[in-house]
C-alpha cells in the first residue's frame, strides 16, 4: 500500500516559489520534497468551535511523512490548477468530510528533514475556520480527531513535542495569539 500512496503523490504537481511568494514552477509532489526540498507553496487549515477548542487530525501511518501525529485540523499543497483557497476547501473536504468558510491570517517559511529523507520547506499560508459539528475522516488521510482547548494543547505541545508535527510546533503560538486577539471571529 505504502507503493501506491507514493506513486499517486509522485503524479501529484504542486507550486514552486520564491520567498516572496511568486511562482517559479511546477515538481511533482514527492521530488519537491528529495535532496533537501525545493520551497513550495503550502497551507495548514486551524478550525474552531463555539467552545474555543481547536480541531486536531492524528495523521495516518501510511502518510509519506509524520505519519501518527497530531496535526492542525487539515494540511497540504495547491495544485497549479486551483486557487489556494480552493486548495484548502478541497483537502478539509478530502481529509476530514465537512467544509466552512475560511480566513487567511498569516504565512511563513519552513523547512523540516524527516528521517525517511524527505524535507518539507514550505511557504506555509495559515487559514483559520469555525465547524461545531463532528467530522467524518478519511481513514487514508486521518486515523483520528480531537477537540482541545488552546490551553490543553500548549501545556501537552510543550511536553510531548515528538507527539506533534513540526509545522503546528512552530506555528501554534502564532496562530493562538491571533485568534485570542480576534475573540475567535472570523
Known sequence: MLFVIYHVMEKEAIVLVDEKDNE???????????????????????????????????????????????????????????????????????????DTELKEIFSFIYRASFENGLTEHELDHVFIGTFNGEPNLNPEEAEDFKWVSPEELEKDVKENPDKYTPWLRKILRRVLEWYRANSGEL
Request: glycine share 10%; net charge positive.
Open 24 to 98: 517559479t514552477g511546477t515538481e511533482e509532489k514527492i521530488k519537491a520534497h528529495q535532496d533537501g526540498g525545493k520551497l513550495h507553496r503550502a497551507f495548514s487549515v486551524f478550525v474552531f468551535n463555539k467552545r474555543g477548542e481547536m480541531l486536531l487530525q492524528k495523521r495516518a501511518k501510511e502518510k509519506y511523512h509524520c505519519g501518527g501525529f497530531w496535526t492542525n485540523t487539515c494540511c497540504s499543497h495547491q495544485r497549479p490548477d486551483e486557487s489556494l483557497e480552493q486548495a484548502a476547501h478541497r483537502k478539509l473536504k478530502q481529509e476530514m468530510g465537512f
